[in-house]
């Protein structure tokens, strides 16, 4: 149920975001979903890719300060009030959410988000004990 | 004012004979008291009646930061420590501390030499002075008060920091004369009129500023902002503390009290003296100082000397303006710090690569240090509460062992360049 996200340190400094995507694109590596959190030192990138370990390598070898980390993709019904639902659901557990970021899909009735939580088993628990979808691995990587 | 024209303004034949009496003396005595120099002078196969002349002393044995440093904290001390009234301290290379220490007989000598500055600078009993140094281990704060105090001046300890306050105290004290880093001076004028108050319809007229080097451009920028003199005083704790020497009004350079202290500029690298005029490290020789004396001390500060007789009437050697350091010692916000110090701080800190690189901004009114260092990747755990609870940690070490407030900020694996030195360390931005 836990999908592997990479998070790559960047400097602010010019090109190196480009050259992160430069790396995955030439180890053909697709980005699923990204988000950059920034101070205006540095940034972190996090990435949900097709095939995380090979983009961990890469990224490695080419320099780059990477970790991979556990988080939940959830399914989460696109209508208003559909996010509302689920932080609910957590919040009257009182998982705490570290970050949040939503996923792009083509073609399909729920928009996906992406959650890093300080306890991963539980959060599974609680969600789908409220019939919330939680994605497994090889669904997300093949998306 | 001439606070002692007697030996400010001694012709220099009396000046040279009191200064052989009295070179001889401290010889003696640190040939008898102290091991360190004992076996200095009789390496060289020095004993202490051999000194005939002030030229005698170029054969004398340099005395630097590292012998300070091996005979921690009270090898160099030429009085048992029930004569000691005072120690003071000031940072070292690495780690420990650099101490040093007075009798009251040094405490009285200090303070005359510190009346002579202040007056020097036109500080009388009339003027209200305003300590912004540190009241601590650092010889500023002290050095100022009692020599201020001496020549009746109404002394406000108001000590570092505190900046609003400061500025409160200046309107209602009615302060005449500042005494701080040149750098403070100018932070605290911005500071003011930030706060509403124009610093040139204060009271002020006068600055004495010392603890960093500071250039011309930087006096007449202080000068304009407070509608002040400037000047400018010399002094480092090894030596005495401030006092060692100051200008005067004619602002032709610093004054050293002669009578007190020999003064040479030498080659740093072939250690030969260098003729007046010349560019060159100054060695200074304490003549008078009972607790803490000390042979030809190398100060790492680049001057040059001017034995003309000064316009003002005072026939002592002038050095110019500290021009430079023969080491890499940082002064930030007056505040002396290596290198080797922070390296040795960083070292200490878990999570962070052995690699950095400094930077030191002079752009603003106060020195800025930004310290860059690149996390250790095998402890990136991707979340970004480590990593500024990383950044801060660094921040707070830096401030806690060194006093110095830097910008931490960190970098990319492996983009520090690699070097051997520690020369390419440092940038200037």
Sequence with gaps: ?143 | MIWDREHECMDRESLEKLQLGRLKQLVERLYQRVPHYRHALDARGILPKDIRSLEDLRRMPFTGKDDLRQNYPYGLFAVPLDEVVRLHASSGTTGKPTVVGYTWRDIGTWTELIARIVSQAGVTSADVAQVCFSYGLFTGAFGLHYGLEKVGATVVPSSAGNTDKQIMLMEDFGTTALISTPSYALYLAEAAREAGVEPRELNLKVGLFGGEPWTESMGRQIESMWGIKATDNYGLSEVIGPGVAGECLEGAGLHISEDHFLAEVIDPDTEEPLPYGEKGELVFTTLTKEAFPVLRYRTRDLAILDPEVCACGRTSVRMCKVMGRTDDMLIIRGVNVFPSQIESVLMSIRGIAPHYLLIVDTRGPLNQLEVQVEPDPTVFTGSFRDLEALEASVRRRLQSVLSISARVKLVEPKTLERTAGKSKRIQTA
């Design chain 1, 1 to 143: 149920m836990k999908v592997k996200q990479i998070s790559v340190f960047l400097e602010n400094k010019s090109g190196r975001l480009a050259e992160v995507t430069r790396i995955l694109g030439s180890n053909n590596i697709n980005i699923r979903a990204l988000s950059i959190a920034d101070t205006t030192d540095f940034g972190i990138l996090r990435l949900i890719v097709n095939n995380p370990d090979t983009a961990y390598t890469a990224l490695r070898e080419a320099g780059f300060m990477v970790s991979v980390t556990e988080v939940l993709a959830v399914e989460v019904p696109d209508t208003p009030g559909g996010l509302a639902g689920v932080m609910a659901v957590l919040g009257s557990q009182g998982i705490n959410i570290e970050y949040l970021y939503a996923f792009v899909t083509k073609a399909s009735a729920d928009a996906l988000v992406i959650f890093r939580v300080e306890e991963c088993d539980r959060a599974i628990q609680v969600l789908q004990g409220n019939k919330i979808n939680v994605l497994d691995e090889a669904e997300v990587y093949a998306l």
